[in-house]
């Protein structure tokens, strides 16, 4: 069974930094695109990075410089290292999975349950 | 970037109804559309990929189409279980999703 599931959330002043871990089971993580969405409650989803197998990767313009997605293969692990974060990082964040071995189809067939980022004084 | 605009925002209705959501994106993206459920408190969950597949384990009521830039999923009898918020989501250009569709009950 593919399970996501997220940890390192938490509450963190303007200017600070935390760094989320995805930890994935059931399947070969190396084969595929991960992604980090996050979503502000009420609000729709908002795309934030991605990283294929050999770790090449892509970021939303609104974290570009600030946020930096990684993923440890060995362990099965995605991060997402945020620095600088301000109150407009504040949502649920999640790890998907691109359904697609090997390559990409660009949509998400398993997401984790999501860790709440709160930035505030 | 392409913006994903959904209509209606809410959606009022009955068990048993037919229910249809509009998704238009603000460029051609093909088929390269997919539809998702999502409800308090969870993950959103897969419907439909490339505008009209429907994803294994998902009930047949629903279904979708379209391309290009004006996309549908239609529920054909809506279920107790289906109250729940619906987005739609473009993947051609990185990835864009609508702003929700909140399908509640009347």
């Known amino acids: 069974e593919v399970q996501l599931a997220e940890s390192g959330g938490g509450l963190v002043q303007p200017g600070g930094s935390l760094r989320l871990s995805c930890v994935a089971s059931g399947f070969t993580f190396s084969d595929y695109w991960m992604h980090w969405v996050r979503q502000v409650p009420g609000e729709g989803p908002v795309w934030v990075s991605r990283i294929n197998g050999e770790g090449v990767t892509a970021y939303a313009d609104s974290v570009k410089g600030r946020f930096t997605i990684s993923r440890d293969n060995s362990k099965n692990t995605l991060f997402l290292q945020m620095n600088g974060l301000s109150a407009e990082d504040t949502a649920m964040y999640y790890c998907a999975r691109d359904p697609a071995a090997g390559h990409t189809n660009g949509y998400y067939d398993y997401w984790g349950q999501g860790i709440l980022v709160t930035v505030s004084s | 970037d392409v913006q994903m605009t959904q209509s209606p925002s809410t959606l009022s209705a009955s068990v048993g109804d037919r229910v249809t959501i509009t998704c238009r994106a603000s460029?051609?993206?093909?088929?390269?559309l997919a539809w998702y459920q999502q409800k308090p408190g969870k993950a959103p969950k897969i419907l439909i990929y490339e505008a009209s597949n429907l994803k294994s384990g998902v009930p047949s009521r629903f279904s979708g189409s379209g391309s290009g830039t004006e996309f549908t999923l239609t529920i054909s009898s809506l279920q107790p279980d289906d109250f729940a918020t619906y987005y739609c989501q473009q993947y051609v250009y990185d990835w864009t999703f609508g702003q929700g569709t909140r399908v509640e009950i009347k």
């Open positions: 460029q051609n993206i093909n088929i390269w």
